[in-house]
Every structure is written in structure tokens, then in C-alpha cells.
């Protein structure tokens, strides 16, 4: 099966989209996006948005609603949000064909995380989409059924939710199978797909099974079992008005017919294929249907239309390497600024924590100047004065932890990051504060001291005077 053709039907077999039957207003979402929302409740919006982008196949929206999510995630601050985004990345690369390592490199950030977290439910996803990267994009197909596998196995640990995920990896499982020409293993994971959609209302799932089992029986050699198929694709795309099946089932069922040598039927459907391809703009498939179209009318001897389909395909084959180069500055751009907005979202949370641990250091530096102050104007407690220069020697250290937490920013700054220039910097700084300690610690000490001496001298005259009463009393009482 060409690159071309399973990117197309791909975008929408994925059916991991629960948006997609509802063909949800994006207008709403928008109105509801420019007014206040709680975090979360925007990240959801924006989560479904981005679903319908991926459903309708609208790149250029979901590259701009990518942007935007990841922004909200990165403020949550949230694994499972991080997730879901890096999924949502990862498929708007897939989707978008040509930036195979760009789509590998966010699933496996989002693979990572899911990983250490035990979201299963969305691991599995993200092995299924590097499986279907590896195997559309790169042909790795040893990898992409490493993957498959890995999805396959965490089947049985996902949440009720992922109703139709099953279905998902079965279907690509056998996909996989149908590119490397092993027909039986793919006729297993399609039947396998086909019972996971038992009791499921799941459309754009079940069309995708349908498109597996046709492929797998013309791949058979199967015509009559591929042709049932096909015209039962055929009629459930029709009925549902789905152009991305009325293509890829017309053409395909138009190659079984031309092989056949109907060469009529097989011109019908390659027609009805070029009308729905053009329909949604998939000029990918337009230069394969032009082909197809070419070599139909090769056979019956229109020279007329041969030269057309020649020029139709000429066409559309310089606009597809256009619109290529176009997408490929455009992914460049686009992964450009993801990772602008992963480094500032790292640094906005560097600088909260920076903040927090400032906060932190000052509360204690209060607390112990407090302590220390207490223990100062304190008439009736006697003060060790070697606990005195021990809380001195922590609130030195806090205050220089104080100090370079303060001035960390600004010393990078300055010194462009030289390790040797910020040390030299530091040093300085605890040259200042060890004299200033001294001197603080010399004075808090000498009024310690002072202040003992003060508490133990008016002990004493009260000990004096009551031991001159008793001694008085003792008189009076033995004359």
C-alpha cells in the first residue's frame, strides 16, 4: 500500500477521537475559550478542539491549538496534561507525514512520563502512534511491531473508557502485516479488530476494519471475499458521506477491477475516488488516481485522455512537492516554537520555585533573628552563650543561601555562566559576610553576657534578701 493512501485513511482510523461523530462546533469552543475559564476546563476545551482538528484533518488549525495546549499544560504542571499534549504533538506530525523524527520525539517525551506515572490507558496510545510512525513513515516495520506489541499488551490495564482501543492496536497490528506481505497474521488482528468493535457504535472504526479486511484478501488473492468488502466499504461511505473512505475504497476497488481487466467499472470507480479527493484536497491521492486513470485509458486506447491524466498528474504531483515544502518550513517553525514555549514554561517554573525557596529561607532567618531576639530582651532566662554562636553560625548560612538564591540570576548575567567568575563572586560575598557575622556575633554575645550577669546579680539579692528574712524571723521567733 502506498505512503500516500495510508496517510490519508489514517488521519480518522485512528478513532481515538470521541468528537468525531459528534462533529463538534469548534465555534462554541472558541466562545467559551475567550472568556474565563479554570485551568483544567481549558485544557479540556482546548483537548477537544484539537480532537476535532485531527478528526476533520485540519493541519494548520491544530498546529496553532498544539501551541496553545501546550502553553496550559506547562502551566498546570500536571504529568497527565503533559501527556496528553505530547500525544496530541506527536499525532499532529504523524498526520502531517515527512516529520517522522519530530513525531517521535514528542511520543517518547509523552512515553517517558506515562511510563513513570502508570497512565496505561494513555501509553498505550502513544505506542500505537510511534508503531504507526515507524511503520508508515520510516518502514521500520521490526520497530513498529515492537510497539504494536507494547500496545497489545497493556490492553488488559486500561480504563473502561478506552473503549476502542482494542480495536485501535488490533487494526494496526494488522496493517503492519498487510505492508510487509504477511497476509494470514494480518487477517488474524483484523478478525481480532472486528470482535473488539462488538456491542461499540464506532463508525470510523468499523470502516477502517472493513478497508483492513479488503486489503488483506486482495492480498490473498481473494477476489471475490476482497470484493465484498470493498462494496461494503463503499456503500458505508457513501451512506455516511465520508469522503477519506470514498476515496481510498473507490481506488483501491478501482486497482482490483483494472487488474481484472473491467476496465469500465474500474474508470467509474477511479472517478468517483478523483471527485472525493478532490473534494477534501488530497492532492496526494489525485497523482495516484491520475495514474490509475492513465493506465485505464492506456488499455482501452484513449489517447486523448492519456495525454490529460499524464498532465493532471504532472500537476498535481509539482503541487504536492510545493505544498511539501511549504509543510516542511512549516514544521520547522512549529517545532521551533513547541520547544520555545517547553524552555519557557522550564524557566517560569525555575523562577517559581526560585521564589518559593526565597520565601522559605527569609521565614527561617525571621524565625531564628525572632529566637535570638527573644533570648536578648529576655530578663529571666540565662542564655548559653555557645548556643548563641552555633544559631549564629546557621543564620550565616541562611542568609549567604538567601544571598545566592537572590543574586543567581543576576550573577549568570553578568558572568555569562562562567562557573569560575560566579564562584569568584561567591567567595566575595562570604568575604563580607563572615566580618559583618563576627562582629553581630561579638556584640549578641557581649549583651548575652551582660544580660547574665544582670539576671545572676538580682538572683542573688534575692536570695540574699530572703535568706536576711528568714535569718530575721528566726530572731523574733527565739528571743
Same mark, same amino acid.
Given at each position: 500500500m502506498s505512503l500516500i493512501i495510508l496517510l490519508s485513511f489514517n488521519s480518522i482510523a485512528k478513532g481515538q477521537n470521541p468528537y468525531v461523530n459528534a462533529r463538534q462546533d469548534t465555534a462554541?469552543?472558541?466562545?467559551?475559550?475567550?472568556?474565563?475559564?479554570?485551568?483544567?476546563?481549558?485544557?479540556?476545551?482546548?483537548?477537544?478542539?484539537?480532537?476535532?482538528?485531527?478528526? #476533520?484533518?485540519?493541519?494548520?488549525?491544530?498546529?496553532?491549538?498544539?501551541?496553545? %495546549?501546550?502553553?496550559?499544560?506547562?502551566?498546570?504542571?500536571?504529568?497527565?496534561?503533559?501527556?496528553?499534549?505530547?500525544?496530541?504533538?506527536?499525532?499532529?506530525?504523524?498526520?502531517?507525514?515527512?516529520?517522522?523524527?519530530?513525531?517521535?520525539?514528542?511520543?517518547?517525551?509523552?512515553?517517558?512520563?506515562?511510563?513513570?506515572?502508570?497512565?496505561?490507558?494513555?501509553?498505550?496510545?502513544?505506542?500505537?502512534?510511534?508503531?504507526?510512525?515507524?511503520?508508515?513513515?520510516?518502514?521500520?516495520? @521490526?520497530?513498529?511491531?515492537?510497539?504494536?506489541?507494547?500496545?497489545? *499488551?497493556?490492553?488488559?490495564?486500561?480504563?473502561?473508557?478506552?473503549?476502542?482501543?482494542? *480495536?485501535? #492496536?488490533? *487494526?494496526?497490528?494488522?496493517?503492519?502485516?498487510?505492508?510487509?506481505?504477511? @497476509?494470514?497474521?494480518?487477517?488474524?488482528?483484523?478478525?481480532?479488530?472486528?470482535?473488539?468493535? %462488538?456491542?461499540?457504535?464506532?463508525?470510523?472504526?468499523?470502516?477502517? #476494519?472493513?478497508? %483492513?479486511?479488503?486489503?488483506?484478501?486482495?492480498?490473498?488473492?481473494?477476489?471475490?471475499?476482497?470484493?465484498?468488502?470493498?462494496?461494503?466499504?463503499?456503500?458505508?461511505?457513501?451512506?455516511?458521506?465520508?469522503? #477519506?473512505?470514498?476515496?481510498?475504497?473507490?481506488?483501491?476497488?478501482?486497482?482490483?477491477?483494472?487488474?481484472? *481487466?473491467?476496465?469500465?467499472?474500474?474508470?467509474?470507480?477511479?472517478?468517483?475516488?478523483?471527485?472525493?479527493a478532490l473534494h477534501i484536497h488530497n492532492f496526494n491521492i489525485v497523482v495516484n488516481i491520475a495514474e490509475l486513470c492513465k493506465k485505464i485509458y492506456t488499455k482501452t486506447g484513449n489517447k486523448d485522455s492519456i495525454y490529460y491524466y499524464t498532465l493532471l498528474k504532472d500537476a498535481y504531483s509539482d503541487s504536492v512537492n510545493n505544498e511539501n515544502k511549504v509543510s516542511k518550513l512549516q514544521d520547522i517553525a512549529l517545532n521551533q516554537r513547541l520547544h520555545e514555549i517547553e524552555v519557557e514554561g522550564k524557566q517560569k517554573q525555575a523562577e517559581q520555585e526560585r521564589q518559593e525557596r526565597l520565601q522559605y529561607t527569609l521565614i527561617t532567618v525571621g524565625l531564628i533573628s525572632f529566637f535570638i531576639l527573644f533570648l536578648l530582651l529576655s530578663r529571666s532566662i540565662i542564655t548559653n552563650v555557645k548556643l548563641i554562636a552555633f544559631l549564629g553560625i546557621l543564620a550565616l548560612l541562611i542568609v549567604f543561601e538567601f544571598l545566592n538564591l537572590f543574586l543567581h540570576p543576576y550573577l549568570q548575567k553578568i558572568t555569562h555562566h562562567q562557573p569560575m567568575l560566579m564562584l569568584t563572586a561567591m567567595v566575595i560575598i562570604a568575604a563580607l559576610l563572615i566580618p559583618l557575622h563576627h562582629r553581630l556575633e561579638h556584640w549578641v554575645t557581649h549583651k548575652m553576657v551582660e544580660k547574665n550577669k544582670k539576671i545572676r546579680l538580682a538572683a542573688a539579692k534575692k536570695t540574699i534578701a530572703v535568706l536576711e528574712k528568714n535569718e530575721q524571723s528566726q530572731k523574733e521567733s527565739n528571743p
Open positions: 462554541s469552543i472558541n466562545k467559551r475559550l475567550a472568556g474565563y475559564c479554570k485551568p483544567w476546563e481549558r485544557f479540556d476545551l482546548l483537548n477537544r478542539k484539537s480532537g476535532y482538528f485531527i478528526a #476533520v484533518g485540519n493541519m494548520d488549525s491544530l498546529g496553532t491549538t498544539c501551541q496553545q %495546549i501546550l502553553m496550559q499544560a506547562q502551566q498546570l504542571q500536571k504529568d497527565s496534561a503533559l501527556i496528553v499534549t505530547y500525544n496530541i504533538i506527536g499525532d499532529y506530525f504523524l498526520l502531517r507525514g515527512g516529520s517522522w523524527a519530530d513525531g517521535l520525539e514528542y511520543l517518547f517525551k509523552g512515553i517517558q512520563l506515562a511510563e513513570q506515572t502508570g497512565y496505561n490507558g494513555y501509553l498505550c496510545s502513544l505506542y500505537l502512534d510511534a508503531s504507526t510512525i515507524y511503520s508508515i513513515g520510516l518502514e521500520d516495520f @521490526p520497530n513498529a511491531l515492537k510497539y504494536g506489541r507494547k500496545a497489545q *499488551a497493556l490492553l488488559n490495564n486500561t480504563r473502561p473508557s478506552h473503549t476502542n482501543l482494542p *480495536a485501535q #492496536v488490533y *487494526a494496526a497490528l494488522g496493517k503492519i502485516f498487510i505492508r510487509t506481505n504477511e @497476509p494470514d497474521s494480518a487477517l488474524y488482528y483484523t478478525q481480532r479488530a472486528n470482535e473488539a468493535l %462488538i456491542g461499540l457504535k464506532d463508525d470510523y472504526q468499523y470502516q477502517n #476494519v472493513l478497508m %483492513i479486511f479488503a486489503r488483506t484478501y486482495d492480498l490473498m488473492k481473494d477476489e471475490a471475499l476482497a470484493e465484498t468488502y470493498y462494496k461494503k466499504l463503499i456503500l458505508i461511505a457513501d451512506s455516511l458521506n465520508f469522503q #477519506v473512505y470514498k476515496q481510498i475504497s473507490k481506488y483501491w476497488y478501482a486497482n482490483l477491477l483494472y487488474q481484472r *481487466a473491467d476496465y469500465q467499472a474500474s474508470k467509474k470507480y477511479c472517478m468517483q475516488s478523483l471527485s472525493a
